[in-house]
């Protein structure tokens, strides 16, 4: 097998790797280009220039320059209509050089196989996320988020499936797969069975979300670690952001999955040979295909490699969460038909601006959630002693806690006093904006429409004017979309098996608000909008619903 198969050499590839890497800031893309050339591929780069909307603090980066570095493969038996791409992140440091270094081997290894039919591309980018987005924005000639790169100079065939590889570790005792990409989407679930069916022809412990596959499954122990698995899952999906470099292929309709390894099993161990055996195996299967992947799922979620819950048994639980919103909007309709015709003295219909005030006011409280946070932080910085980013995330917690003294406010702006048929009137276009909203949000990433409708269907049903104001108000309060992700973030670090205090969880809390915003102006992800302009918003109906005069 050539260099893949002496792990001598493999280890002094990645130990040059390393040496190259240290004293520079960035990829050793001269020496990344001669490496590729000399395997035989023809090797292109891609220069990318990025500016943040404001500093990554997780990640100490602003402006971000970089260069992605990657050879093709052309396959020697076919019209080179189609391709199959390999990845490895490759930043500061040498946090993924075994990565890269297995890589380069299955590159030379590749390149002497002749039954190829489609076109391989061996990527290394740089800065992961932003320069996985660079190269496909320029590979598929789109620009959708503003970034400034430069035009691809050599381009494979039309790409069927991406891997990206990561290995943190010089040792590795088992392979995670990562499935959650951009927006909650997931790549078809054939994918990850043909990963999962090699790990076990070749004998290679696997995992997913770090844990590992349990036989007992009529135990309670066993439903116990297939449910924290699962909800794992949930979490990670309804956040919408890409877990992997794979994440991003999924917006361009290619299946793509992200290969961990970790270290974590110590009674295990994997060689690199073993990791690549895995790999040439995954890609034969691949490059054989006459067409895309598609004859399995594309909605399901997984309690372990070997299981899987597909959408007919998970959906049936939304349906009826959000029956209960559609009939109460019905027993409100009935009400309002039912209710005694107005008189000469004093009308009981509700009139359209108390009705549509609140709506915009709503609204537009949530445009200034979207909008503020970004533009005013240059302003913040100045009067405050806090960093810019700082100044977003709390920017967008004073106008979420802001919010709070809406009612006021709306009815300030209206004549008189609400009527009886006025709020049930506003509460009939709550219940269905917010049942269309948690449908639409559900068929798109039904992870986040399960959580938001498990917090917010219970107080649109019940809330009313004339419940208990301080008991009503504090339960809106504790199921409101903010506290809901707090409890997410706590949740999520107790299913890792990484408790955190009270204090570390705020951190966390404000880590997850700042990446949210920031994953929506690099990758477009779709959660900070639908929040802060739709889901904010109607809860603030309610909110004025339990306030009505």
Known sequence: MGLLSDPNRRRALTKLLTRLNAPICGMPVDWLVKTMQSRGLEVFTQSFTRKLPFPDENKERYMVRGTNVYGIL????????EALVLSAPCSEGNNNNQAVGLLLGLAQYFRSQIHWAKDIIFLVNEHDLIGMQAWLEGYHHTNTTGGDWSP???RGGSIQAALSLELSSDVITSLDLVLEGLNGQLPNLDLANLFYAFCQKIGVLCTIQGKLQRNDWDTTSGYSHAAQTMMLMVLKQASGRPWGDHGLFLRYHIEAASIRGINSFRQYKTDTTTIGRLLEGMYRKLNNLLERLHQSYFFYLMPSL???VSIGYYMPAFGLLAVILLLRALDLWVQLGASPPGTEDGPSSPGVLSILTPVVISHMTGVALYTLPILSQEMAVQHFP????????LTAIAIYTAGLALPHNTHRLLQGEGTEEGWRVLKLVALLYLAVLLGCTALIN???GFILALSLVPIAAFITPHTPKALSAAIMVLLSPGCTLLYCVFLFQELQETPVSLQ??????LSVISQGIL?????GSLVYPLLALLIYPCWLLLWNILFWK
């Open 446 to 448: 039904f992870s986040l």
């Open 386 to 393: 806090v960093s810019e980013t700082e100044a977003v995330v």
């Open 152 to 154: 691809l100079q050599g």
């Open 504 to 509: 570390d969880g705020w951190m966390l809390f």
């Open 306 to 308: 070997s299981r899987f």
């Open 519 to 523: 994953d929506h102006a690099l990758y």
């Open 74 to 81: 052309r396959a020697p038996r076919a019209p080179r209509t």
